[in-house]
């Protein structure tokens, strides 16, 4: 049966191809066909793999039954052996594998999945909670299957995959850098969330949002993925495939013709520079940063390489990421944002000593994480000073709304350059450090910002949050969530001007860097620095390109006057004629 479902445009584009339902869980494990031939090894494989697991509850088991051990280990491990007992996981993967040509790892999370939908309708909370124990058992096994993984030549059809979730976190989104998805969509986020914000870096197209598609859509389902609208198409009739094909194909062909701009200067038509930076998450990302020619990197969010791993990266490894990314820019600028841990950026190798927020966007996050934890911090950044002798480097640190915390970190700076003295490493003693401007506290009190930083970053994404008091990556507050509010366009105004009158470079990193349509807006409040996702880069240069400095400051400036957000946007509009 076809069928539409309406949410939340977050990466532009068109995708068509099959569904692949997956839950957190899914995602790390490698989904493949396997051969007929290979059939009946692959179920040996399985069955040896619960096997080892059952050899291994049964060795805990006694252990567990050792004088002074609690009671309640052994009826850990017993729940544990019984769950694994059922055929639901023991007999039902089985046939997945012999019926679909699953892989034996892809089979087994399929069915955890139902069995977890089961436990979910539960009303006991304790029989509920149980759902943890499959996990953990689905775990083991995955383990033990992962020991002896067999080696995928070639991973089919994936291009054409499309990923169907409840919900993505940033560090499952991460992932599909790896894995080649065509597209994804979720039921629930907010477009400046960061899974959606990951997904406009790997451009590929995504709707977030949906509400319904995880429950309504089936494994292998065809489906379209309008990117630009916010829509998923489900079956889609003949006429309606063809259409998005031709569209799809209009698309490539716009997208290449862009490519012209890459040598381009970026300069408007009366003759004002705009550069053009790009926002990175990992250092593979370079290569994008390349083939559009960015002017340099305006953030890179470094965080992302603390995800997905059990223990943190530790300052060599570090230092040799950030170097390589300063070597690949060949001195041009590259922007280092220290670690923004924290809301719905989670690091699993910290996950146990991280304290329980009630409001995580509103607690120990970024910059207050990092003055909390002070060997982190130290060690990120002795990594980042070794790094900037090889290259244009600067520091950018999140989050910063109090004078004491700019204090701090400075002085952490300097602790970290003495311990490199005392080490005899090389490192650059003259670092540039800004801040971002992302907590209307410090939009509106910027002296003592502009006083002792050398540049300042508008982090949008998080101003507007702050501002209007929505949680970017809650899907029921989406709608409120408006770049546009005469709020936001006068701490953006006000933070561009004060860096202005103090002679110091003010950059916008957010997305809204990254949208054409406020390109006009952004040059005519001042802005001669944007940050974004490489593949938007070309984009927005073709609208610098056509644009008139000096005529958009005119026009902005009668702009900024009004308050009612119907008549703003109007004029905005009319600025992108
Ligand atoms: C921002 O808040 O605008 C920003 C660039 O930082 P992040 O999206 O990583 O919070
Ligand atoms: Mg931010």
Redesign the pocket.
Known sequence: MTFSLHGLAVSSGIAIGRAHLVSHATLEVAHYKVRDKEIATEVERFDAAVAAVRAELESLKSEASAPGTPSEVAAFVDIHAMILADPMLTEQPRELIRERRCNAEWALVQQMEQLVEQFDEIEDAYLRERKHDVVQVVERVLKALMGKARKVAKRGRDEDLIVVAHDLSPADTIQFKTLKIGGFVTDLGGATSHTAIVARSLAIPAVVGLHHARPLVREDDLVIVDGSRGVLIVEPDARVLEEYRLRKSELELERSKLKRLKNARSATLDGEEVALYANIELPQDIEQVKEVGADGIGLFRTEFLFMNRDELPGEDEQYEAYKSVAKAMAGRPVTIRTL?LGADKEARALAGSERQSTNPALGLR?IRYCLAEPQIFLTQLRAILRAAHHGNIRILI??LAHVAEIEQTLAMIAQAKAQLRTTRHKFDENIRVGG?I?IPAAALALGPFVKRLHFLSL?T???IQYTLAIDRSDEAVAHLYDPLHPAVLRLIHQTIAAGARAEIPVAVC?EMAGDPAMTRLLIGLGLRQFSMHPSLILEVKQQVVTADAEMLAMKVGRLLRFEEPDRLREHVEKLNG
């Open positions: 923004d970024a999140p989050m971002m992302e982090g994404n998080d101003l957010g």
